[in-house]
């Protein structure tokens, strides 16, 4: 049984930046696909990024690209998004998910499906 913590969420201001942080509590992250999720409220949740077990990043979606990056630990034993020039619609619930197929989803999979373990969120909020 696999379960995984995401943390450093919080209150930022437009502009201002976040790291958070994915950590596996019982198992290693090391041969993993590992993708950021994230649910605004009233809407569907998304793919934000991913990083594969070869190290292969994947964007879903051009409002991410240049301002969030997706890195594994020196050790591979956690995943950070850092996340920068935030916007108020990045506001939003972000999940940490894993798959030990070791590939990040297609771009058509942008729910998640098909990731076998998930957090249980940290919350983003940008606002003045």
């Known amino acids: 049984q696999a379960h995984i913590v995401e943390s450093g969420g919080g209150l930022v201001q437009p502009g201002g930046s976040l790291t958070l942080q994915c950590a596996p509590t019982?198992?290693?992250?090391?041969?993993?696909?590992v993708g950021w999720f994230r649910q605004a409220p009233g809407k569907e949740r998304e793919a934000v990024l991913c990083?594969?077990?070869?190290?292969?990043?994947?964007y879903y979606g051009d409002s991410v690209k240049g301002r969030f990056t997706i890195i594994r630990d020196a050790d591979r034993t956690g995943v950070y998004l850092r996340m920068s020039n935030l916007k108020p619609e990045d506001t939003g619930t972000y999940y940490c998910?894993?798959?030990?197929?070791?590939?990040?989803?297609?771009?058509?999979?942008?729910?998640?499906?098909?990731?076998?373990?998930w957090g249980a969120g940290t919350v983003v909020t940008v606002s003045p």
């Open positions: 998910a894993a798959t030990a197929s070791g590939a990040c989803p297609d771009e058509r999979d942008r729910s998640g499906a098909g990731m076998d373990v």
């Open positions: 019982t198992f290693s992250l090391e041969y993993f696909a």
């Open positions: 990083i594969s077990s070869s190290e292969g990043r994947s």
